[in-house]
């Protein structure tokens, strides 16, 4: 059984319809608790995917640690992670690239580093891929991050293979698709609605690739 697990900072969404809240806080039970809510996903799941929230733009010193404890935390668990170049900069202050690699470290077997307008930068172990956008006219940026996010993953799911065995090629496919849609989504207000369909993502990538 195939179950896309996404942990965020303040929770974890288990795709088989069950959302264990964590309010991962200061409390070390709730942290205890967290990491127990992972080995139990871990015996149901082939892989967990993890999507790094930051939300302490204004938070004090203390807080701020607190959140990127959080947050690596959130990356030690996942095969597959989803980070932002933003994400990366408030966690090391370093490039995407960079970036990729600590996450990689982490024990992460594929990362995902978002660009925003600049497209996106894919990696593990033996190859990596970097990404442009397509030109789109954009209305709304709401939800674009989480469809690339899902884009991304759904597409792993149709290669078939572990995050080890992609070739540039599978993350070629991974980013395009992904960023594609993504893309496609800005064009329309709202995030449920602004879902692209697959017919056309594929076309997109035709024009833009």
């Given amino acids: 059984m195939e179950v896309a697990i996404i942990i965020g900072v303040v ?3 288990l795709g088989i319809g069950v959302t264990y809240a964590l309010l991962a806080g200061k409390s070390t039970s709730k942290l205890k608790l967290a990491d127990q809510q992972v080995e139990n996903a871990r015996s149901e799941a082939e892989r967990i995917t993890s999507e790094a929230n930051r939300q302490a733009e204004n938070a004090k010193k203390e807080a701020v640690l607190e959140a990127k404890e959080q947050i690596l935390w959130g990356l030690r668990q996942a095969d597959l992670v989803k980070i932002s170049d933003e994400e990366v900069q408030f966690l090391w202050g370093c490039s995407p690239e960079q970036g990729a690699e600590r996450v990689l470290a982490l024990g992460a077997k594929l990362v995902m580093v978002t660009l925003g307008p600049k497209g996106c930068f894919l990696k593990n172990a033996q190859a990596e891929y970097h990404c442009g956008c397509p ?3 954009t209305v709304d940026t709401t939800g674009a991050g989480d469809i690339f996010g899902g884009s991304a993953v759904s597409r792993f799911l149709e290669l078939g293979k572990t995050p080890e065995q992609l070739t540039q ?6 980013a395009r698709y992904a960023s594609a849609a993504a893309s496609l989504s800005t064009e329309k207000s709202g995030a449920i609605p602004s879902i692209p369909a697959k017919e056309a993502v594929l076309q997109k ?3 833009a690739y």
């Fill in 135 to 137: 030109q789109v006219r």
């Fill in 169 to 174: 090629e599978d993350l070629a496919y991974m």
């Fill in 11 to 13: 929770c974890l969404a």
């Fill in 205 to 207: 990538m035709q024009e």
